[in-house]
């Protein structure tokens, strides 16, 4: 979790003399909202269903936490823990305290999360890779991840000099790991060079980043170090892993491998810790980073023999690989088309024509196969708000569309003489779904695919760190032959309809396509010389094959001929395998104590004038699996002597509800009344709330229903001790009780380069209830928000145009109803997702007008905007840890009116035209951070009589 730095307590500064205060609740303060925010949105990330019966396994170094079901992976997880604990303790320098480790299987994608705020702990998605080609060159699925992830956890605690001694004071306190704020390719690249060392496989042996340094190469593209960083263009995330590592790997090579941590150490004592070029030099005498980075970035391609076959792209800068798959009929071609620019689609072709047939939006980790003439597709989604599962759809194209499964976990589903082979998924293994042989536990498969007459069965697999091609009869798996075993990864095997095997595999550094020939004692030989490396192939009826490419822009579709008697090649022998000795541990249930308590303390004051000058604390924490996550602080004021504090609490216990509880109590400052100009009169408002939280999700759509108690109290306080009623008459102690519910809806489809959403719709509805204790006066209130976006044609660009439409209304009535106010730029600030009753306010913006400008019971404002791209620039501002992403323009419309209960309505009773600049920045590197420069021109004369001239502004993400 990458933090920058927190200001102080923000928001509760005198507001002058007036009784009326603008909100009737007070909103959290800025500062503990963020600390609860970056709480909760690790959380999100992390991805674990925390409800339910959880263990725990206790090691020497770590609490490794689990459900009973899958307790024989967390059992090796355990084992390959401590492995890679003392490994990495020979490098670099052991964390402080106990890891915790939970081992999740909530979502059917390989990968990990690890944070040490607010203490160091690891989240790994129990999953193997499947289809993930940058995934695949492991031995052990479990040993890869855990080395990866444990080396952030080395390498970010690890903090020296005056970061230790801030830390020492202050605690684990966030802003204060000064190796989290490096950029990105240190960050992940030192992970993924020490996941090669000190495992037999890693990215750094991989095919995968070599043809992605290769292709940047090739186009004369490649990163600096300061560009090698997760910026939104092509290759997005890859980036900091692939170039990083080769760097880091190439300085161990040339220096020697004491240099890596050396760098560490020198880092972690750095003052301003985003200068790691000056460090390189430090620790590798005669080296620099601007002269090495070249050296050590480039990619190691072996040489083709022979020029390889004139081919054709049948589509281009594509963002998911485009696998090809051919119709039994030799007909029709089904492949993945995401350009980034909106959702991806399965495509359709015709194979003579070239000219596509049928397409059908699909969701993320898609995979499929031809079975007659209908298309098998997995892919994921929600099952459960938390759960996010890879199932099987069916699709014959021009037809309906069905969900066959729920919740099965299926991957790879392949086709053939009337049979269906599909993966399933277990923790830290999988499983074919059809008849296979039998193998020890562990086994991952990567392919199962029966041949175009049903009658044979081939497929790939990895056990402790032997990749195998295996082929055996459909009915009979234990005569299974295995035809080639070796340490490299094999994948993408797929049956010609005359019978012959093809694969791909990288025994020379860069994946190709291969033919397994029985003749000769066995061989394997090469269909593809590509340059950069062919995947997934598809062998066509003219003998002509479809295969994906990687470029430096993104992957492309081809269409070559076949190499015509290629030598065989050689594959290496596998690499012995040591399993991970047993270590000592004990089982216990999972108890949220050691992770949950405080670590550390933020120092915070507040000004208020003569009410007080208040000074305190603020801390917060969440436990390992996120149950629970708090924020709170504490002030004092010693003269005169007064406490204020807030607190939040989430807890996700139960799953679905979430539940929260928020309460503060705070001074505000309402200046000297006229007719006393000695006394000072100040305001106390306690508040509280309770929540539960409903939610269900798809892949792009949510719904939440939000229902809440409410509490608040205000009473008053005079300096010197005055009687209020002579000095204050409206200083009267008010008591209230409320409710509110809050519906959310939306369906929104965005690509990975879009400036907006670009088809969908967003509405949101609040209803509150408020009375007074011990009188008769009451309040209800509603307020809507509707916003509809729509993708319009448009001249070119990285992204699509969009127009994008906002509408927002409110009535409210009763003697303690509060007026709506109409003007101004939207509010900016952290919103907290469980409470949108404190983060929706009563302020309908209006560009070009000040905030409130109009005021009353009822108000309605409405918005139309023009978003155009402009440029996708995917670059740092010089040597900043600043970059820019993508830039867009937005051309806008507002209008709005308040109004009386009983008055009409004038809806353009100010209105206003003007353009904003708008641009996706990255700070401290990889921090995504969205901006706006604005003018705004007054389209009407404002009530107040204000000049009606340009307004000018700056604000943070988007309006809307």
């Not at 161990?252 to 004491?258: H, I, K, L, P, T």
């Not at 939440?704 to 009687?723: F, K, M, N």
Request: glycine share 10%; aromatic share 10%; charged share 20%.
């Amino acid at each position: 979790m990458r933090i920058a730095d927190f200001g102080m307590r923000i928001g509760k500064g005198s507001s002058g003399w007036r009784l009326e205060l603008p909100f009737p609740f007070r909103n959290p303060q800025s500062t503990i909202r963020i600390l609860l925010f970056l709480l909760l949105a690790g959380r999100a990330e992390a991805q674990v269903d925390p409800s339910g019966s959880w263990h725990t396994l206790h090691t020497p170094h770590f609490r490794i936490h689990f459900r009973p079901a899958y307790r024989d992976a967390a059992l090796t997880e355990a084992r390959e823990a401590e492995r890679s604990y003392g490994l990495l303790a020979t490098e670099l320098h052991p964390p402080r305290g106990v890891v915790d480790i939970t081992l999740a299987d909530d979502i059917d994608a390989a990968n990990g999360f690890t944070t040490v705020f607010p203490t160091n702990r690891i989240t790994i998605y129990a999953a193997p890779p499947a289809g993930d080609h940058g995934l695949l060159f492991f031995d052990s699925w479990l040993r890869l991840v855990t080395t990866h992830e444990l080396t952030h956890v080395f390498h970010l605690d690890r903090s020296r000099g005056l970061w230790r001694g801030l830390q020492r004071v202050f605690g684990r306190a966030p802003g204060l790991f000064p190796n989290e704020y490096q950029p990105s390719w240190v960050i992940e690249g030192l992970a993924t060079y020490y996941e090669s060392k000190f495992t037999n496989a890693g990215r750094v042996r991989g095919s995968f980043h070599t043809q992605v340094l290769g292709a940047d190469r090739a186009a004369g593209a490649s990163r600096s170090p300061w560009n090698a960083t997760l910026f939104t263009r092509w290759a997005d995330g890859l980036v900091p892993y692939a170039y990083g590592s080769r760097f880091f790997h190439y300085l161990a090579g040339a220096v020697g491998d004491s240099v890596v941590p050396r760098f560490v150490e020198a880092t972690s004592a750095q003052l301003i810790p985003f200068r790691v070029g000056r460090q390189v030099a430090r620790v590798a005498s005669g080296r620099t980073l601007g002269r090495d980075w070249p050296r050590g970035t480039a990619p190691d391609l072996p040489g083709t023999s022979v020029a390889p076959p004139a081919g054709r792209v049948l589509d281009s800068l594509l963002r998911t690989e485009p696998v090809p798959r051919v119709s039994p009929d030799g007909r029709r071609v089904a492949y993945v088309r995401d350009d980034g620019k909106g959702a991806s689609v399965l495509r359709v072709l015709d194979v003579a024509t070239e000219r596509s047939l049928a397409a059908h939006r699909v969701n993320g980790g898609v995979d499929y196969d031809w079975l007659g003439d209908t298309l098998v597709i997995t892919q994921l989604d929600f099952t459960t708000r938390w759960r996010i599962r890879s199932d099987l759809y069916r699709w014959v194209p021009g037809r309906a569309w069905r969900r066959a499964t729920r919740g099965a976990g299926l991957v790879a589903p392949a086709g053939g003489g009337g049979r269906l082979a599909a993966i399933a998924l277990e923790p830290a293994s999988s499983r074919p779904t059809m008849p296979a042989p039998a193998v020890p536990g562990g086994a991952v498969w990567q392919d199962v695919t029966p041949s175009a007459d049903g009658r044979r069965v081939a497929g790939s697999r990895i056990v402790d760190g032997r990749w195998a091609l295996l082929r055996w009869p459909a009915d009979s798996p234990d005569a299974a032959a295995v035809l080639l075993e070796t340490d490299g990864s094999i994948a993408d095997v797929v049956w010609t309809p005359g019978g012959e095997l093809w694969f791909v595999a990288d025994p020379t550094g860069i994946p190709q396509v291969y033919r397994w020939r029985d003749s000769g004692g066995g061989r394997a030989q090469p269909l593809t010389n590509e340059p950069l490396g062919a995947r997934a192939p598809a062998p066509l009826p003219d003998g002509t094959l479809l295969y994906a490419a990687l470029r430096a822009r993104g992957w492309e579709l081809r269409r070559t001929s076949a190499l015509e008697q290629a030598a065989p090649v050689a594959f290496a022998e596998p690499l012995a395998f040591d399993s991970a000795p047993a270590v000592p541990l004990s089982e216990t249930g999972y108890t949220m104590w050691p992770s949950l308590r405080p670590q550390f303390w933020i120092p915070v004051f507040e000004n208020a004038g003569p009410t007080g000058r208040f000074g305190g604390a603020l801390t917060a924490g969440t436990d390992a699996l996120g149950r629970f996550a708090y924020a709170t602080d504490l002030f004092v004021s010693p003269e005169p002597f007064r406490a204020e504090g807030d607190f939040a609490l989430v807890c996700s216990a139960l799953g679905n509800p979430t539940l929260d509880v928020s309460a503060w109590a705070s001074w505000t400052d309402l200046g000297r009344p006229p007719s006393a100009p000695t006394v000072t009169v100040s305001e106390l408002d306690h508040y509280a709330a309770l929540g539960a939280s409903f939610v269900t999700r798809r892949w792009r759509s949510l719904a939440s229903l939000r229902v809440a108690a409410e509490l608040e109290r205000t009473r008053y306080a005079a300096i010197p001790d005055t009687a209020l009623a002579a000095v204050c008459p409206g200083c009267v102690t008010q008591n209230l009780v409320g409710g509110s519910v809050t519906l959310t809806l939306s369906r929104l489809v965005t690509g990975a380069l879009s400036i907006s959403p670009e088809n969908g719709v967003a509405w949101s509805a609040t209803y509150r209830r408020r009375e007074e204790q011990g009188s008769a006066r009451w309040s209800n209130e509603l307020r809507s928000r509707l916003a509809l976006y729509a993708r319009v044609p448009g001249p070119g660009g990285f992204a699509h145009h969009v127009l994008a439409l906002r509408l927002l209304a409110g009535a409210t009535n009763g003697p303690l109803g509060m007026l709506f106010r109409v003007g101004g730029v939207a509010p900016q600030g952290v919103n907290v997702f469980f409470a949108p009753t404190l983060s929706a306010t009563r302020a309908f913006p209006l560009r070009g007008y000040a905030s409130g400008e109009l005021r009353g019971q009822r108000a309605a404002a409405g918005s139309v905007e023009y978003r155009v791209p402009l440029a996708l620039v995917g670059r740092a501002l010089g040597h900043l840890p600043v970059g820019v992403d993508r830039v867009w323009l937005n051309l806008f419309a507002d209008a709005g009116d308040a109004w009386a209960p009983g008055a009409s309505p004038r809806l353009t009773r100010l209105r206003s035209a003007g353009v904003e600049l708008a641009s996706r920045m990255t700070v401290s590197y990889d921090f995504p951070l969205s901006v706006r420069l604005g003018v705004a021109q007054p389209l009407a004369a404002p009530p107040s009589g204000a000049p009606r001239r340009p307004q000018w502004y700056a604000a943070l993400a988007s309006d809307f």
